[in-house]
């Protein structure tokens, strides 16, 4: 039986806190009970600060300890004020302190600047769907939670003041002298759902849980699809629903991790707040089938599609040369080169890789290579790209990807063994547009060749930005990192200082990689620097870091890290008959400043200069420096470049 029934289900006395315990008077009559449960489920949270907390991350430390909050009251202040004296005396041993905000008036926003003005430094894990609260039995502000992680169990719950002797107990290993004692003071925290706990029996599988899933899991969760099993019953949910919970509380699934406060995105394949809770309550009550047809009956039959369902099969498709992937081993990166199928110029509508074995295939990045015997009459440059979990790449509404005619496709393929040699063969799908579109689909990247991440560094942060010499509209949001890359945002900072989140991912999933397609296209107006933040995990409590000794650098092999951001956009002021190369080629250039600038001030300061390149540049800062004023500016850097070598950089597919 699973934990969160068992505990419900048996009522344990001895880990049963009721809200009488707690209350007096009117409000003692009225309060249900509550139960602290017998283990504490794994969850994931944002906290204030839009990072993405997930419990059982914190599996190394000898304690956790959380604290119920609410936003501007006098009791939580305080709480929180003797929360971090704790803090200050036990994280040198290694213990996690966490807040928990499970009240339902409160937003981010405010709990943040409260916390800025307090001066927290304890996270406070924003429990919008109070799932959480509602599983630990939480009832009240300051109520305080000592998690001992060796058994995921409770080991002390009740007021900020006894929590110092539980705290060091479990740190010596040993049980608290006082495990539970009544939190008196403090506003209660309403949480609506525990009246309709009963209810919950009542959630139809065929009308309301169904339904959820043929829209947002099935695509995956199908015979062929990349999904583990295919929700193809009542009975195939039923027998993964503990897992179907997990990964749901710990937004592992459905695989789509931009912050759902900031930005809205044409491809969003997130559950929405009510969905969540559906499909949470409806598991926690024990899967019930009650009545009516069985919805994913109807998938029993069919298999994933071999090429996008909304677009169909493409126009035009390539093969490309079939590759052994060995079964150990670094692979280096495959470069297969290709005759280019069109005979004339052409623009693309859409792009659709089919890899051959998803299993070992990391990414692909292509290229147009021009003939040069026959200059080009559009621009080149990328046709379609691919990395895990990735969507057909479709053009915004009037734009097209241009293919010059002739010369070549040059494809690169980067493979990862897994333990046994196997056979890609993988197919690139073109769709055609009929006639030229009015606007060019432009690309860029925004990335840090310099990036040096630290061994053991488990809060790294890198930020590099471009300038945009000229009204764009952006259309496409596409982050990539490698196995230590944790969280990253994109903002725009337009010339009087304002600043526009445009994407937040509390939580990178290397795993799981898309592009963030904007309802709406975004206005970047001339002079607007866009700033990718990036931040990596080197520690060893990321369980996915190849090594946390090292300390990385750029490189294309996974076991190195990158630090990449594309965007797809169009110039304002660029049509199919007006082509903008010196915008492309100023945006370009202004990516070199971007990478090293990392106060984002407009110079370069001595102390920001880091890694080989900057090393190369503190060796010549003095005569780079020609106006002596202690910094570099875009032009004394841009001097500094070998001007072949710019050459190269502006000529470089931007998914390169």
């Known amino acids: 039986m699973n934990s969160w029934l068992t505990a419900a289900a048996l009522g344990a006395a001895a880990l049963t806190l009721t809200a009488a315990d707690a209350l007096t008077g009117p409000a003692r009559a009225q309060a249900p009970a509550v139960q602290l449960p017998a283990h504490v489920d794994d969850f994931q949270l944002t906290d204030q600060t839009r990072f993405a907390q997930r419990l059982y991350y914190y599996a190394y430390a000898p304690a956790i300890v959380l604290m119920s909050e609410t936003s501007g009251s006098p009791v939580s202040e305080a709480a929180a004020a003797k929360l971090e004296t704790l803090a200050a005396s036990f994280r040198p041993k290694g213990v996690v302190f966490l807040g928990l905000d499970s009240s339902l008036p409160d937003n981010r926003e405010a709990v943040a600047a409260a916390a800025a003005k307090q001066h927290l430094t304890v996270p406070i894990l924003m429990d919008e769907q109070q799932l959480v609260g509602e599983g630990l039995g939480v009832q009240r502000e300051g109520e305080v939670y000592v998690i001992d992680p060796k058994s995921w169990t409770i080991a002390y719950h009740g007021p900020v003041s006894q929590a110092d002797q539980a705290i060091a107990a479990v740190i010596a290993g040993k049980p608290p002298e006082v495990a539970r004692a009544a939190v008196a003071e403090g506003r209660p925290i309403a949480f609506p759902a525990r009246t309709k706990a009963a209810e919950f029996a009542n959630i139809s599988y065929a009308r309301d849980v169904a339904p959820i899933l043929q829209d947002k899991c099935v ?111 670094l692979v280096e990166y495959q470069n297969p080169v290709v005759d280019n199928p069109f005979k004339q110029d052409v623009w693309l509508h859409a792009v659709a890789i089919k890899p051959g074995d998803r299993r070992v295939l990391h990414h692909v990045v292509s290229n147009t290579v021009s003939d040069p015997n026959h200059p080009a009459d559009i621009p080149g440059g990328s046709v379609g790209s691919y990395t895990p979990g990735a969507q057909p790449q479709i053009m915004a509404d009037g734009s097209g990807a241009p293919v010059p005619a002739g010369g070549k496709l040059h494809f690169q393929m980067h493979y990862t063994t897994m333990g046994r040699e196997t056979t890609d063969r993988t197919q690139v799908g073109f769709y055609l547009l009929k006639a030229p579109p009015e606007f060019i689909k432009r690309s860029v990247v925004i990335g840090n060749f310099n990036l040096t991440i630290p061994a053991g560094a488990q809060h790294h942060t890198e930020v590099a930005y471009l300038t945009f010499p000229a009204d764009a509209w952006l259309y496409t949001l596409y982050p990539h990192a490698h196995y230590r890359g944790s969280h990253v945002e994109l903002k725009a900072r337009t010339p009087d200082g304002k600043e526009t989140l445009l994407l937040s991912l509390p939580k990178y999933d290397f795993n799981w990689q898309r592009d963030y397609d904007p309802v709406k296209p975004i206005l970047v107006k001339a002079g607007t620097k866009l700033i990718a933040t990036w931040v990596y995990d080197n520690s060893a409590h990321n369980l996915a870091n190849p090594d946390p000794k090292r300390t990385v650098t750029w490189g294309e092999q996974t076991p190195d890290e990158m630090m990449y951001f594309r965007l797809n956009y169009r110039w304002a002021d660029e049509r199919v008959g007006h082509v903008r190369g010196d915008l492309q080629q100023k945006l370009q250039a202004s990516g070199l400043i971007g990478a090293l600038d990392t106060n984002v001030d407009g110079v370069v300061e001595p102390s920001e200069l880091r890694g080989r390149m900057g090393e190369m540049l503190k060796a010549r800062f003095a005569a780079l420096d020609a106006n002596h004023d202690g910094v570099l500016d875009a032009a004394e850097l841009q001097a500094a470049m070998p001007r072949g070598r710019m050459a190269r950089r502006q000529a470089e597919t931007p998914d390169l």
């Open 219 to 329: 695509s995956c969760h199908i015979k062929g699809g990349i999904g583990p099993f295919a929700m193809t019953s009542y009975e195939v949910v039923k027998g993964f629903s503990p897992m179907i919970r997990e990964t749901i509380r710990t937004r592992r699934m459905p695989p789509y991790y931009a912050d759902p406060h900031i930005g809205a995105f044409k491809n969003d394949q997130g559950l929405t707040s009510e969905q969540t809770k559906t499909l949470v309550h409806w598991i926690e009550a024990g899967s019930p089938r009650g009545s009516g047809p069985d919805p994913l009956t109807a998938n029993a039959g069919k298999t994933a599609p071999e090429w996008p369902v909304a677009l169909g099969k493409p126009d035009v498709i390539i093969d490309l040369p079939a590759f052994q992937v060995p079964a150990s081993g």
